[in-house]
């Protein structure tokens, strides 16, 4: 008679038990935060600092490398492509001002959302470099924008 009961019982309920012991605590429930945010870890940036007597050739590469490796993909993209049609015929004021631009703000998602305009940019960042910015994610072309362009473009001669 147990034995047949034992039968009728669904594996489900059989495992449920050994599953509950063995169950181990999860570090994120994936519950959001409060309304506060006071439980929101934030790691500090160290400070922005310009850099006033780096030569303007290895400004460009490293501005460059800085506008393709953002940690989300619409900025790389964003950004790279900037950085392309721009970056070699900015003069010095023009490079620090998108020096600043990109690496002062302590959240990427704060430039994307400038650039496309769907918040309004804080007057420190609102400059010229802004709106070369604002203007190249307009995308008036059409273009398809979907990974970052080559790097065969640095190595063409410009006879």
């Given at each position: 008679m147990?034995?047949?009961?034992?039968?009728?019982?669904?594996?489900?309920t059989l495992?449920?038990?050994?599953?509950?012991?063995?169950?181990?605590?999860?570090?994120?429930?994936?519950?959001?935060?409060?309304?506060?945010?006071?439980?929101?870890?934030e790691?500090?940036?160290?400070?922005?600092?310009?850099?006033?007597?780096?030569?303007?050739?290895?400004?460009?590469?490293?501005?460059?490398?800085?506008?393709?490796?953002?940690?989300?993909?619409?900025?790389?993209?964003?950004?790279?492509?900037?950085?392309?049609?721009?970056?070699?015929?900015?003069?010095?004021?023009?490079?620090n001002?998108?020096?600043?631009?990109i690496?002062?703000?302590?959240?990427?998602?704060?430039?994307?959302?400038?650039?496309t305009?769907?918040?309004?940019?804080?007057?420190?960042?609102?400059?010229?470099?802004?709106?070369?910015?604002?203007?190249?994610?307009k995308?008036?072309?059409?273009?398809?924008?979907?990974?970052?362009?080559?790097?065969?473009?640095?190595?063409?001669?410009?006879?």
């Amino acid at each position: 008679m147990a034995m047949s009961r034992l039968y009728s019982l669904s594996p489900c309920t059989l495992c449920r038990p050994v599953l509950a012991v063995l169950r181990m605590p999860r570090g994120y429930s994936g519950a959001s935060l409060g309304d506060s945010g006071k439980d929101m870890l934030e790691i500090p940036l160290p400070p922005w600092k310009e850099r006033p007597n780096e030569p303007l050739p290895t400004k460009r590469a490293r501005l460059l490398y800085e506008s393709r490796k953002r940690g989300m993909l619409e900025n790389c993209i964003l950004l790279s492509l900037f950085a392309k049609e721009n970056l070699s015929r900015m003069d010095e004021r023009q490079l620090n001002l998108y020096d600043r631009l990109i690496n002062e703000p302590s959240n990427d998602w704060d430039i994307y959302y400038w650039a496309t305009e769907a918040k309004p940019t804080p007057a420190v960042f609102d400059n010229e470099v802004m709106a070369m910015l604002k203007e190249l994610a307009k995308n008036k072309k059409k273009e398809q924008r979907l990974r970052q362009p080559d790097l065969e473009y640095l190595f063409e001669s410009t006879n």
